[in-house]
């Protein structure tokens, strides 16, 4: 697929952009770029902060249910030719050392998906994250981050895709808490992410050993100790990157 990028200034959100773009008739690959957002969104309706120096882009792509799976895969392909060891943690983050480094947010529009990217390249402008810059031994200016990402966007057929998507997902093989979404009920569940299936939803195998999959949520990665499970006392408790928590089990 040609791209056509079109490169903008100061901007509310790059998603509101592309979305005028598409209403006026504009061609799948076309892509906004813009310097800083005032109103970057994020997933969840939450404030994508978008400073000077950042990537924040959003692309028009045909509607597709591995479509997240495709551009994170373009997205910490394109950080790693730079030099940093990125993962993906479902459903659409990017981390750098268990850190959050970007993230992709995807609107569809009928057969169309807008595609929001955003990647902190020079600053963390929220606690807990990270910039590239912080990590690699250099940080490519946005465009240049941009042009690689849309040359690394595979076309592989789903088994492919999905096996180099496993390979980059720092969430498959993981104890994980998800708190599911709207489109899951809303149940929260803990177990280990066994994959991520042909539309894109996350397997977690629980610890009655039922395969739940899960549509859409937040999912938090724990670590096991295993010390701790060892004192006896009934209760397991997981550390884990955002906190801590404690799970009574039936004996
Ligand atoms: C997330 O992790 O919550 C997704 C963040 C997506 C942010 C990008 S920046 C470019 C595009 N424009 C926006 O307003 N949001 C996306």
Redesign the pocket.
Known sequence: MGFRVHPRGRV?????L?REFLNRGAAMGTVVV?CE?D??????N?V?V?PPG?????VLLPADPLLSPRVGIAVASALRAFGARAELKWP??VLIEAK?V????IEAVGGTAIV???VNLVTSPVPGATCLARVAPSSPSPERLLERILEELPWDPPSRLLDRYTELSATIGCMVRVERGPADRGRSIVGKAQGVDRLGRLLVLDDKGILETVVSGDCTHLRHDESLEAAGDGVRRWTCGTGSGTERRER
Do not use: E, P, V
């Open positions: 509310s959100s790059t998603q509101i592309a813009a957002q109103h970057g969104r994020g997933r969840g939450r994508w978008s950042g990537l924040y882009a959003s659409n983050d959050k970007g993230g992709i947010l929001g990217i955003g």
